[in-house]
């Protein structure tokens, strides 16, 4: 069955308006406007406010004083708070999946599905496909934490994961000068500790890549009109 048919018509308009902002098909500070949302997606206003009620909470919709809807502004010291946790975070689960996997009875077959990802992703970069490099990123970091066993970090994470996926996406959409295939390096030399079942290269790689992220989130920022 299409995972669309089993959403709520308030949960694909969450979706939906989460998806554009993120995706930056609504800029930071752009307006919100009801009615338009409303003759855009053929809604009634009701499911409509309960999403945009979703995203104000999640913080990538802003009320202003006048009562009027925008996409949540972005700023440096947002992105350095936000990357400051992801760091820490993803830095150890890096760390806790490669313990767990080194000791499992399926460490090829586990890592034969790392490979298979960042082998997607280098084909993505090479072909000038931006939007795959940064989902088969997220889909190489879910994977670790799958294997993290750490629901606590990975659950921390997801609270802020809307928000640092904005900031992601900056260098990657908004900066001509973005080294396409860094990323697949930065992720394949994660791997490459992963292999060798050293967890403490595993983290550092991992940390080294959320901080060079970060500069290139804050170039990437200088494009936006903020």
Same mark, same amino acid.
């Given at each position: ?20 902002i ?11 406007? +009801?009615?338009?949302?409303?003759k ?9 406010r309960?999403?945009?009620y979703?995203?104000?909470? +999640? ?7 006048n009562?009027r ?13 936000l ?24 460490f ?9 990802i ?17 989902s088969?990123?997220s ?19 997801e609270?802020?994961?809307n ?12 900066d001509?000068e973005?080294?396409r295939t860094?990323?697949?390096?930065e992720?394949?030399?994660v ?16 940390r080294?890549h959320?901080?060079r992220?970060?500069?290139n ?6 494009y936006?009109?903020?």
């Amino acid at each position: 069955m299409d995972k669309t048919k089993r959403l709520s018509t308030t949960d694909y308009i969450y979706e939906q308006i989460k998806k554009d902002i993120i995706e930056f098909t609504y800029e930071p500070n752009g307006r919100l406007v +009801e009615d338009s949302l409303a003759k855009k997606m053929e809604i009634s206003r009701t499911p409509l406010r309960q999403a945009l009620y979703r995203l104000e909470l +999640e913080g990538l919709i802003v009320k202003k004083a006048n009562g009027r809807m925008a996409v949540a502004p972005m700023s440096m010291k947002e992105a350095k708070e936000l990357f400051m946790v992801r760091e820490v975070m993803e830095g150890l689960i890096a760390r806790e999946a490669t313990l767990n996997i080194a000791q499992s009875n399926d460490f090829d077959g586990i890592i034969n599905k790392f490979e298979d990802i960042t082998f997607l992703m280098r084909n993505s970069a090479e072909n000038e496909r931006k939007m795959d490099v940064v989902s088969y990123g997220s889909d190489f970091h879910s994977l670790l934490g799958e294997y993290s066993n750490n629901a606590t970090a990975v659950n921390l994470l997801e609270q802020i994961n809307n928000r640092v996926s904005r900031y992601r996406r900056l260098g990657v959409y908004k900066d001509p000068e973005y080294p396409r295939t860094l990323p697949v390096e930065e992720h394949e030399e994660v791997l490459k500790h992963m292999k060798a079942k050293s967890e403490h290269a595993a983290e550092a790689a991992m940390r080294a890549h959320i901080k060079r992220s970060l500069k290139n989130t804050i170039h990437g920022l200088s494009y936006l009109s903020l």
